[in-house]
């Protein structure tokens, strides 16, 4: 099983990003995928999933009506849409599928929002 994170950068608030996540060595479209998030001292939190379909998916408060998951089982990648960023919202991305009952993470990317 293998997860790569891209697409984190520098943004200012109110800015967008998109986070791309490519997977591999599983059958991606069978299983649900997260995004989670961890800022300096802060402990990991969960702020997206989404369904092995696309079709349900489930956001922290903090993150709802702002950031959009999404996924293209096509293409074997999960994506997060972020908008109306804000600098509470600066972390190190991750995603995570749950295979065989073990945790799998990819190796994050950061985000950083600052004017």
């Known amino acids: 099983v293998q997860l790569v994170e891209s697409g984190g950068g520098l943004v200012q608030p109110g800015g967008s990003l998109r986070l791309s996540c490519a997977a591999s060595g599983f059958t991606f479209s069978s299983y649900p995928m997260s995004w989670y998030r961890q800022a300096p001292g802060k402990e990991r939190e969960l702020v997206a999933s989404?369904?092995?379909?696309?079709?349900?998916?489930n956001y922290a408060d903090s993150t709802k009506g702002r950031f959009t998951i999404s996924r293209d089982n096509a293409k074997n990648t999960v994506y997060l849409q972020m908008n109306s960023l804000k600098p509470d919202d600066t972390a190190v991305y991750y995603c995570?599928?749950?295979?065989?009952?073990?945790?799998?993470w990819g190796q994050g990317t950061q985000v950083t929002v600052s004017s």
């Open positions: 995570k599928v749950i295979f065989y009952r073990k945790d799998y």
């Open positions: 989404i369904s092995n379909t696309g079709g349900s998916t």
